[in-house]
């Protein structure tokens, strides 16, 4: 079995909703940084327990570990500030499963009309979207930084 830091993931487009292609037709995978980043950005797009693909019927452990439970988070009956401490812990267990991630830190959310440091310079997001930013320690000799990505979650 290959080197953790040398396995890849594969590059994809979210806003096509699509693999990356090189120019023979062929998906397109990162490493390091990048690959951490792309695997937070999906993991977060993901909600959790939804798509089979992701489901290891084998292992209940293993059982839809990837993805994010924030958009159950987001239709929960829960005050403004408990949804946001719940979101920020659901994004921490959305990524920190991953063998390349060592630990999410500075996580900060931002939503309109949130309480206290979750609706500063916020008037910008609509109702249904967060903006996440926070650094993502990996394996990799690098931290990844994760600034002002807005999700939206319906």
């Known amino acids: 079995m290959a080197d953790i830091t040398e396995q890849k993931t594969p590059l994809f487009d979210l806003e096509a909703g699509e693999f990356v292609m090189d120019a023979r037709n062929r998906v397109v995978c990162v490493t390091g940084g990048e690959g951490v ?26 059982d839809h570990v990837y993805g994010s439970d924030v958009e159950l988070i987001m239709q929960e009956d829960l005050t403004e500030e408990a949804r946001l401490s719940e979101m920020e812990r659901a994004i921490s267990e959305s990524l920190i499963y991953d063998p ?48 002002g990505v807005i999700i939206e979650y319906v």
Request: proline letters at 3%; a negative charge; hydrophobic letters at 45%.
């Open 37 to 62: 980043l792309m695997i937070a950005m999906k993991a977060l797009k993901t909600v959790r327990g939804i798509f089979l693909i992701y489901a290891d019927l084998e292992d209940e452990e293993l």
């Open 100 to 147: 390349w991630v060592t630990d999410v830190t500075n996580l900060v959310l931002k939503r309109r009309g949130g309480p206290g440091q979750y609706g500063e310079d916020a008037d910008h997001l609509a109702p249904d979207e967060v903006e996440i930013s926070m650094t993502i320690k990996t394996i990799f000799d690098q931290d990844v930084q994760l600034e």
